[in-house]
């Protein structure tokens, strides 16, 4: 369990790399029973509500797990989490499992298929291509990937869908993406 007035939230996209918020420990988990997909349209941060980029959601998928990094916050977080992910995730309870095994109830957001912003399952060199193309206020679609992606190696996971979009998404010429200060430049555009 959490400490008093604490709570563990787990994050398995952005909020993997890309903690802008206050945190007391962090961890890495995984939840069992959900799988990491790049369904969930993001019309806010990697895209645009004319040109969505897209970003992940947990999809249920009984038997399959998904790594990822839980913090511990204090409830005054939320008002900053809930601001970044308000573009169709939802504040779900979940039960973590930390790396020793030991297990504790936390949080985790995720965007269901009934949001306004969910776009569904597509072929990875679809998304690949999709994410090539796309970019918002945050930056370039293709550097969420590049950073998750990157940020799933060092955590030793495996995620087939997410390094396979990652090759198909360099071998379509997104190498420098993640250091990418400017928005990409689109091909063709
Ligand atoms: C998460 O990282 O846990 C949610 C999805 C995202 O913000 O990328």
Redo the contacts with the bound molecule.
């Keep these: 369990m959490a400490n008093a007035g604490t709570v563990w939230i787990?994050?398995?996209?952005?909020?993997?790399w890309k903690a802008d918020f206050a945190f007391l420990e962090r961890r890495p988990a995984r939840v069992h029973g959900w799988a990491r997909r790049f369904w969930q349209g993001s019309h806010d941060h990697r895209g645009t509500p004319e040109a969505p980029g897209r970003?992940?959601t947990l999809i249920e998928a009984p038997g399959a797990v998904c790594d990822?990094m839980a913090y511990r916050i204090g409830h005054d977080v939320f008002g900053h989490l809930d601001h970044?992910?308000k573009n169709g995730?939802e504040r779900v309870p979940i039960e973590l499992e930390f790396a020793d095994g030991t297990r504790t109830d936390g949080l985790?957001?995720i965007a269901d298929p009934r949001n306004h912003a969910y776009l569904g399952p597509a072929h990875e060199s679809e998304i690949a291509a999709h994410i090539l193309r796309s970019v918002g206020p945050s930056g370039p679609n293709c550097e969420y990937l590049l950073h998750l992606a990157e940020a799933l190696r060092a955590l030793g996971a495996d995620d087939p869908h997410v390094f396979e979009i990652e090759r198909q998404l360099l071998a379509l010429g997104a190498h420098r993406c993640a250091e990418a200060d400017e928005p990409l430049t689109h091909p063709g555009a």
């Design positions: 787990f994050g398995y996209g952005s909020l993997i970003v992940v990822g970044r992910e995730y985790v957001y």
